[in-house]
């Protein structure tokens, strides 16, 4: 791999990890210096790979600047400590000797803590996924307001109000204790959802950029269950929806980079192996008692698997939205619940319980209309694909809308 | 937006009255449909399944199992519903299934606080 190439992959696998083993050793007040330390490190990579070429290990490189780095960076408070000021009893005296531990293990444990110190319900839920995005993925300022089609300033200030805020709330970088822990998770879970769904429906059109929200999803999502203290039923709940919709990932986008329906979309090329996970993570979810949001989002999630369009499929899946629809409403799950019930109880039914839900600003609503009058009053279905089409807001929803009206 | 409570009552001590597992599934899918049908308009807000077992206390310290002995119209669950007017109220409380059976009862009834009590 080339070092142009090479120094934005490492910073993604990277950097997430020395931030946080060094956020862990400098405490949530000094998150700059971590931060500033962990820059700095990939900032020497870029001048020194070019001219001197790439490390035989170049993450162990990465590591061994660090650790320097922060050593150097100690020693100054302590020379400050002794030299300058020797009357203060300074603690970064005591730091001095500390050796910073990039070991895998004291990685993993860190990254974990982190999680569950940037999801602190203290601090917003904007905050909490910005902070996500840049401690635990290692997104890029960029990257960050590319997803969410938000300028770098806008970014760089929500960051800084969200590390200030920690600050405030003094929160520490640890696993919460077993009686919090349901609850803490609770919030974890949500930003990982969130993240994941940026991914898969967003409108931005960096695919590359989309698909790695989703996979740093599940691989945070893959660390929690991989936890003793954390591998909950609801973390496997939320793992298995993940894995059913990312085994499309490589169906759903033509080779043109145009987004291909569920219907249109082969299913050949689902991924086998995703599925099946799903099918592992949500039998692991069924252990307890507990039937979450996520656990009814992953059966609709695995239904959604079997592309056959059986009875037993739409009732399951009608079951599994009525279901969802009664523990946490959202329009996008009412218009699909009554998509099911046309599936189960006939197109009539559909329209019936479609004029009831009123979603007159939302185009998808228009849409299902358009597509439940489709062979029963043509002229109906023609008027509702066009209100869909004055208010779609992507291209990808507008290609879609018009290709039905021309099979109309 | 006010709410109200929907109250059912059907037959639940009564042998030949009791559904059978297969049955029970089939009305348990239809409540779901009813349920879900009210939710997917955002009009649902909280609902709860009640045991069979129960105890009822009365005047003078008398105690029995449960209210049945009297009535073959118990209590077997309630939701709470959003709506603008009891008659919105009531529209939607139609479609719920145990109305299907002879003899079951659905009620609905505003939700009011001791505050906003005329």
Redesign the interface.
């Known amino acids: 791999m080339q070092h142009t190439t090479l120094i934005p992959h490492l910073f993604r696998t990277e950097y997430r990890k020395i931030v946080s083993v060094l956020c862990r050793h400098f405490g949530l007040q000094q998150m700059e210096i971590a931060e500033d330390i962990t820059s700095d490190t990939f900032l020497t990579a870029a001048e020194t790979w070019p001219l001197k070429g790439i490390p035989q290990q170049p993450a162990a490189w990465l590591y061994h600047v660090a650790k320097n780095k922060t050593k150097n960076y100690l020693q100054r408070g302590l020379l400050f400590a002794t030299k300058i000021s020797p009357d203060i009893k300074n603690n970064s005296a005591e730091g001095y000797e500390e050796e910073i531990d990039l070991s895998p293990q004291n990685v993993n444990d860190s990254q974990l803590q982190m999680m569950f110190a940037v999801c602190h319900p203290a601090i917003s839920r904007e905050a909490q996924i910005g902070l996500s995005l840049r401690i635990l993925c290692g997104f890029g300022i960029e990257e960050i307001a590319d997803a969410f089609l938000t300028s770098k300033e806008t970014v760089n200030k929500r960051l800084f109000r969200a590390k200030e805020k920690l600050k405030e709330e003094k929160i520490n970088i640890e696993l919460p204790p077993p009686a919090a822990m349901n609850e803490r998770l609770e919030a974890v879970l949500i930003i990982i959802y969130l993240l994941f769904n940026e991914g898969y429906y967003s409108v931005s059109q960096n695919k590359t950029l989309r698909k790695d929200l989703c996979l740093e999803a599940m691989r945070l999502c893959t660390m929690l269950v991989e936890n003793e203290s954390t591998n909950k039923p609801a973390v496997n709940a939320l793992l298995a929806p993940m894995c059913f919709h990312a085994s499309r990932f490589d169906a759903r986008i033509s080779e043109h980079g145009e987004h291909i329906l569920y219907e249109e979309q082969d299913a050949k090329l689902w991924n086998a192996d995703l599925i099946s996970k799903g099918g592992y993570f949500l039998n692991r979810a069924a252990s307890g008692n507990e039937l979450s949001k996520y656990h009814l989002e992953a059966g609709i999630a695995y239904w959604n698997t079997q592309k056959e369009d059986t009875k037993e499929k739409w ?1 399951n899946i ?2 599994f ?3 969802l ?2 523990i946490a ?1 959202s329009p996008i ?2 218009l699909n ?2 998509y099911a ?1 046309a599936k189960v109880n006939g197109k009539q039914a559909g329209i019936a ?1 479609a004029e ?3 979603l007159t600003s939302n185009h998808f609503y228009f849409a299902l209309l358009g597509e439940l009058y489709t062979g029963v009053d043509a002229a109906k279905a023609k008027e509702y694909y066009e209100k869909a089409l004055v208010l779609a807001k992507t291209e990808a929803d507008k290609t879609a809308i018009r290709k039905k009206l021309d099979h109309l | 937006m006010e709410e109200f409570i929907v109250i059912m009552r059907l037959d639940i001590l009564t042998k030949e009255a009791q559904p059978s597992p297969e049955q029970m599934q089939v009305y348990m899918q239809r409540y779901h449909d009813w349920v879900g049908g009210i939710a997917a308009q955002d009009k649902f807000v909280g609902g709860t399944g009640l045991s069979k077992e129960g105890k009822v206390l009365k005047f003078n310290d008398v105690m029995t199992d449960g209210p049945y002995a009297e009535t073959k119209e118990s209590i077997a669950g309630f939701i709470t519903i959003r709506a603008k007017d009891l008659e919105e109220a009531v529209s939607l409380a139609k479609g719920c299934p145990i109305l299907k059976g002879e003899g079951n009862t659905v009620e609905v009834r505003q939700i009011v606080t001791g505050h906003n009590k005329v």
């Open positions: 009732a009608l079951y939205y009525n279901r629809l009664q409403y799950a009412a619940r009554t019930l319980a009831q839900l009123e």
